[in-house]
């Protein structure tokens, strides 16, 4: 049985909404979802806030910083919205999203050629369009 080698190849442009938001309820105490959108100094002190009120909860003072780095975090609910439009925004980035390409494989070039002809067929490409997409094709 012949083999089959695959890789798949990953683009992200700008930042995700979803990812924000899993960072933020997963590694929120952590201000994973702030490093994620580049506000380091606001994330190293979630991170702080977090660490110091959890080390020091046996005294009252532990919980006040606990209870404070907790209104925070759940601020960061709508903030999050907020912070990624603005990345975005500044990236310069419309539609923030990833998508997965899989590449290689037998009959790949195939399946390329066949979609490359449909869309000839169809009148989306020019015939030059694709007798110069065919021979980057094929070698």
Known sequence: MAEQAVSV????????????????????????????????????????????GTMTA??????????????????????????????????GVTDASFSLVKEGGVGDDLDQLEKLHDLYEKGVMTKEQYESQKAKLLP
């Open 58 to 91: 046996f005294v009252i003072f532990g919980w006040i910083l606990l209870f404070a780095w907790f209104v925070w975090w759940a601020m960061d609910v709508y903030l999050t919205y907020r912070m990624v439009t603005e990345e975005n925004e500044r990236l």
């Open 9 to 52: 190849k990953v683009r992200m442009e700008g930042k995700n909404l979803v990812i924000a938001y899993l960072l933020w309820w997963f590694l929120g105490a952590l201000g994973g979802h702030r490093f994620y959108l580049g506000r380091v100094k606001t994330a190293v002190a979630q991170l702080l806030l977090f660490s110091v």
